[in-house]
């Protein structure tokens, strides 16, 4: 855990001082490409039945107006000017539409869902957005969000809100951020087998019926998962460790949180106001009992059956780290590439 977080640290530094001189120059701006049944505003995208794929960066954002259709990135850019161009990948309105290989960053939101249902966004790398790196909202609903890389958004990597039900968020890694994932007035979301490290706050929900499950969520500044007034969710088998407070409860009910490692977090678990949750089965570091002791939390709040042992839970692989500082050494690459373009250097 402390090597990659020196890792992802030293790299983040690195990049930090080049992204000024990664924005687009206004000369190199571009209009607003639209995919409406042809790509509309620009040459860098190669149109081939319903598929649409890009041959180069372009600096502008992306709105799209056609359903069933898949947008390839092929290992391209989309970038914004920074915090006034609001959405990078617009999908309003759209259904069964797959964006994959794409990497976008300097807008507001990398991407936009509003009232969009069916989607996937894959294997895409989402970074120096101002606000969220990927927002759903407005009755979003049975989007997948897998194997993206988000790395620094200034919020947080993913906001859900506005009955946004029934999504999936998986095999993602989300690191640096305010808040690594939240979830509000929506239900039934999955999260699951992700990477959420590094952020202030890991994960937040004030939903009902969510599962969190399967990630690894460690060295989060406050909150590894924030149950914020949430009922009726499942977090488990979950490896939890280094946090500030692994889960904190607030006026909650009805929470299942069991099968999770709490490993070495400043404080474990806090419940506060009204919370009356079950806690069950779960590894605690700082228990010192047999098995047949409850690991007490609060007054109101115990786990009856703690385990002696560490769960075995999968974690996403080292590479998925590495991976993030490609991400960002490629991008000190570029930021030289552009420099040179300029005659700068």
């Not at 919020?155 to 946004?164: L, N």
Request: with cysteine; net charge negative; proline share 2%.
């Amino acid at each position: 855990m402390k090597t990659r977080r020196i890792l992802l640290i030293v790299f983040s530094c690195a990049l930090a001082l080049l992204v000024t001189a990664m924005l687009p120059a206004a000369a190199d701006r571009l209009e607003a490409i639209r995919i409406d049944g042809g790509a509309q505003g620009t040459g860098g995208i190669q149109e081939n039945g319903n598929i649409y794929t890009f041959t180069r960066d372009i600096n502008g954002s992306l709105v799209v107006q056609r359903d069933n259709i898949v947008i390839d990135g092929a290992g391209f850019t989309l970038s914004g000017t920074g915090a006034w161009e609001p959405k990078g990948v617009d999908l309003t309105g759209r259904s069964n539409v797959t964006v994959k290989n794409l990497a976008v960053q300097y807008f507001q939101f990398g991407f936009w869902l509003e009232n969009s249902s069916g989607n996937v966004v894959s294997n895409c790398t989402v970074t120096w957005n101002s606000e969220w790196g990927i927002e759903l909202r407005n009755s979003s609903m049975g989007n997948t969000v897998t194997g993206n890389i988000l790395v620094n958004n200034h919020y947080g990597g993913i906001r859900v809100r506005d009955g946004s039900n029934g999504n999936t968020f998986s095999g993602n890694t989300i690191t640096d951020h305010g808040r690594g994932i939240d979830l509000a007035t929506s239900e039934n979301n999955m999260v699951k087998g992700n990477y959420i490290g590094d952020n202030n706050d890991g994960l937040a929900t004030s939903d009902a019926l969510d599962t969190i499950a399967g990630n690894t969520i460690t060295e989060c500044f406050d909150r590894g998962v924030f149950l914020n007034g949430a009922r009726g969710n499942i977090v488990s088998a979950n490896n939890i460790t280094g946090n500030g407070v692994g889960v904190l409860s607030s006026t909650g009910d009805n929470n299942t949180i069991s099968g999770n490692n709490f490993v070495d977090n400043y404080a474990q678990a806090l419940c506060i106001g009204a919370a009356a949750d079950r806690w069950d089965g779960n590894y605690w570091s700082d228990y010192n009992g047999t098995g047949s002791e409850p690991y007490i939390i609060d007054a109101s709040n115990q786990d009856s059956r703690p385990l002696a042992e560490a769960t075995a839970i999968p974690e996403l692989p080292l590479w998925t780290v590495y991976a993030v500082l490609a991400v960002m050494a490629a991008a000190v690459c570029a930021a030289k590439r552009k420099l040179r373009s300029r005659g700068d250097v």
